[in-house]
């Protein structure tokens, strides 16, 4: 019996002790905003999709200003096949004609609602808005090679008013990358550029990016390189070194862009594991990769060293 005790004491110390290693990052990012870029299999999986907005509202309930922005995970594709749609390609994309933006907008506000509502279960206000909404995101069309693929935007301006509204009104926003062009024309936008560009605009202290890699590798072939830090200096020489893979090469560009562009902290987490989000911003040493400007420091509290 006493031994059951005591091993009681220790699990409650160890508890105790989880909560104190968040404490000065609470106490920093305290009225904070950060920005989660959520996609990838975290968006698929029901238990991670749970697990995310449980870690975002968390970060709400302490005292952050998160704002999620959001993919439609493979639900544009797999309504796109569904309803028989012909596609086009061009350099391997599939073209946005009028019809699949029709359809992409439509999947991407009723993800965002659904996101909304997974908020509200947890008691935290939401309000689900498109890059049109206020004004928030405009565009001008993208080319891919030279080549028109339909209604695919790049983002010219943000005009973040309508996310400081419902801020100060102390509601979470949830945004879909949606915008429109100068004459008020539909466009799809790229998620990650899309949270890139209203990080910078809100000039958020952290930008979170969930994926599905764990992180920046040193060497895209040996797992066990993961970088857990990256100053800017260290990003730009690994992507000079041309061993930065396809998929993270547009990655690692927006988290340069955000840092250069006030950013304090860019992070690539692993979005398949869960509570990725709390391990990294809660914890020393974190689970992704961080980003951050050459002369920020390694950790936030000097002891833990
Ligand atoms: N929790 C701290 C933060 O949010 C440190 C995270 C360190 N992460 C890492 N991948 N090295 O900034």
Redesign the pocket.
């Known amino acids: 019996m006493e031994g059951e005790s005591e091993l009681d004491m220790e699990q409650l110390l160890q508890k105790a002790g989880v909560l104190i290693e968040a404490l000065p990052?609470i106490q920093r990012f305290h009225g904070k905003i950060i920005v989660v870029k959520y996609g990838g299999s975290a968006m698929i999986d029901d238990k991670l999709k749970k697990e995310v907005i449980q870690d975002v509202t968390l970060l709400k309930l302490v005292g952050f200003k998160p704002i999620i922005v959001h993919g439609g995970g493979k639900e544009i594709s797999s309504w796109v096949d569904r309803l028989g749609m012909k596609s086009e390609f061009v350099n391997g994309l599939r073209v946005t004609d009028a019809p699949t933006m029709e359809i992409a907008e439509m999947v991407l506000n009723k993800v965002n609602k659904s996101l909304v509502q997974l908020v509200e279960e947890l008691g935290v206000r939401a309000i689900g808005i498109s890059g049109k909404d206020g004004g928030l995101i405009s565009v001008k069309k993208k080319l891919s090679e030279g080549q028109d693929i339909g209604f695919v935007g790049e983002v010219e301006k943000v005009n973040p008013s309508i996310i400081f509204d419902l801020l100060e009104n102390d509601f979470l926003p949830i945004i879909c990358p949606v915008g429109m062009d100068e004459n008020f024309e539909t466009y799809n936008v790229n998620a990650d550029d899309a949270a890139c560009a209203i990080a910078k605009a809100v000039k958020a202290e952290?930008l979170a990016f969930l994926t599905d890699i764990e992180?920046v590798y040193r060497d895209p072939n040996d797992s066990s390189s993961l970088i857990?830090?990256l100053t800017l200096r260290e990003a730009n020489e690994l992507l000079e070194g041309g061993t930065v893979g396809g998929g993270m090469l547009p990655k690692l560009n927006n988290c340069i862009d955000a840092i250069l562009n006030g950013v304090s902290?860019v992070?690539i987490l692993d979005g398949r594991i869960p509570h990725c989000l709390l391990l990294?911003?809660?914890?020393?040493?974190?689970?992704?990769?961080?980003i951050i400007g050459d002369q920020d420091m390694k950790?936030?509290n000097h002891e833990e060293k």
Do not use: L, M, V
């Open positions: 990052y952290k992180g857990s830090e902290r992070h990294e911003i809660f914890t020393n040493k974190g689970i992704g990769t961080a950790f936030y």
